[in-house]
């Protein structure tokens, strides 16, 4: 038999397959038929019990034990959000294009996070807002707004206290706390530099802040949750930067001091991404990652 040539637009294949027809089989009467073939149906067609089949189904060829629970683990993915440049910034690097890559850059970040905010509304992902609108509001243009009325603000809040919790739980060494507040990747990170001031006293204090705590990005997507109808699918990610003023010493066992200085004031500016499953509401909002400012490319 000949091979043939799956089109663009075939319903169950992708672009340019080469498929072999089935095997043919003779029957009684002397004609040959095709064997049937199982063609699995698309997964926006499947129904809920459908979709708890397959997953049962992953979850036995993982090997893995029978109480394994797949929607407990973490999603080790940091979605496409980067920190800002400034058009000075940008000139330096590029010149007299500079201008036109910033302006192009910041319209495809203004309008991507109008889109995912008014998503994250959309599917109850954003706290401190209760009535989630039927059209595309003005609102959804404020993601780096610092106004009490913006959708952001009581996400802006909720950040800054889990970004002090955090903090402190690092300071004394407290691990059980760092794994509520955080997630993957963040949590092996930061145990992992815990080990290096093993036996040490660390004292970490927030002071006030320099500038107003400030969401810079946000990223939504509706169907994360494997066999969630949404809302509950969704998963939400969003970038906050801190500036702050802290105090920082570390002290031996005999209460030395042996790295900075506890009425020494420093500012410091952080960037962090948090996450937000909406099948885990019981979490809330985690610190997933750090991230740093880099070069232009």
Known sequence: MGLWLRGPFHRY????????PSRPYATKGGTQKLRPRHIPLPLNKLTDEQKHEKILEMHKKSGKPSDYDIQSQQIPAVFD???PHSIMQTCRIHGIKGPWRWLVQELMQWCGNAINL????????????????????PKALGTRSTRRGAW?????????SRYIEFNEARARGDHAVIRKL????????TLDRMKKYKGLRMEWKFITDRRPTQCLSIRSIPNAGLGHPPPRAGMQQVLIRFETHQTLAIYDRKGKLLQGNPTQVNTVKDYMIFEHRNWAPEEGWKLKAQVYETNID
């Open 13 to 20: 294949g992708g672009p340019l397959q080469l498929i072999r």
């Open 81 to 83: 959000m980067h920190i």
């Open 118 to 137: 008014h998503r994250a509304v959309q599917y109850a992902g954003m706290p401190g807002i209760l009535r989630r609108p039927s059209r595309f509001s």
């Open 152 to 160: 952001v603000a009581k996400l802006r809040e909720v950040a800054k």
């Open 182 to 189: 955080a997630s993957e990747p963040l949590v092996s990170q």
